[in-house]
């Protein structure tokens, strides 16, 4: 059993910037890559970022790149999403997911999930 749980998340202008982190306890975190999505009110559950299990290979989906930046730190057991050049099409609950297997940008290949943070750009 992996528990997650996310921090950072807030209310900011569009243009900022904010940190999303998520903190994993439980098993040994470098067994697990490590996704982020996201799910804005009246829509499904979307893909952001995800991250291997020791780095090496990211992904985004096109809307974010070159915006936001995943990246992990195996000994503080942490994942974190820098988001850059927020827009109000960013506002969103976000979440962390970990996935014992490989790399993955499908949220049914995750086993795990945190709780959720809350993103608002206002414009």
């Known amino acids: 059993q992996v528990q997650l749980v996310e921090s950072g998340g807030g209310l900011v202008q569009a243009g900022g910037s904010l940190r999303l982190s998520c903190a994993a306890s439980g098993r040994t975190f470098s067994n697990y890559a490590m996704g982020w999505f996201r799910q804005a009110p009246g829509k499904e559950r979307e893909f952001v970022a995800a991250?291997?299990?020791?780095?090496?290979?990211?992904y985004y989906v096109d809307s974010v790149k070159d915006r936001f930046t995943i990246s992990r730190d195996n000994a503080k057991n942490t994942v974190y999403l820098q988001m850059n050049s927020l827009k109000p099409e960013d506002t969103a609950v976000y979440y962390c997911?970990?996935?014992?297997?490989?790399?993955?940008?499908?949220?049914?290949?995750?086993?795990?999930w945190g709780q959720g943070t809350q993103v608002t750009v206002s414009s």
């Open positions: 991250i291997s299990r020791f780095g090496s290979t990211t």
């Open positions: 997911a970990a996935n014992m297997a490989v790399i993955s940008k499908l949220s049914y290949d995750y086993d795990y």
